[in-house]
């Protein structure tokens, strides 16, 4: 291999890669643009109202779990202690 075709080579390989950088950028300029249109079609705005409802019954459940476990181990330590 000579010197011009390693330049070549060289230049392809660069020009490969600024096509490369190029289409990225053009796809993500498309990609962002795409979310902003599907935010704005999708305004599926969550209020406060909903988002409290919904961790105050994650926080009954929990609740309910807690006492039954405690209950449950109440029961085993008197087994196991009276017997």
């Known amino acids: ?3 011009k075709t390693r330049a070549e080579l060289r230049e392809t390989k660069e020009q490969e890669k600024r096509e490369r950088k190029k289409r990225g950028k053009a796809r993500d300029k498309v ?3 795409y979310q902003k249109n599907v935010e704005k079609e999708q305004k599926s705005l969550k209020s406060r109202k ?3 409802e919904k ?3 994650i926080d ?3 609740t309910k779990a807690i006492i039954f476990v405690s209950i ?3 029961i085993v330590l ?3 202690f009276l017997i």
Do not use: A, S
Request: aromatic share 4%; charged share 35%; net charge negative.
């Open 1 to 3: 291999m000579d010197q």
């Open 31 to 33: 990609e962002k643009e």
């Open 60 to 62: 009954k459940l929990l």
């Open 78 to 80: 008197v087994i196991v």
């Open 55 to 57: 961790y105050r019954n």
């Open 72 to 74: 449950l181990l109440v």
């Open 50 to 52: 909903t988002e409290n």
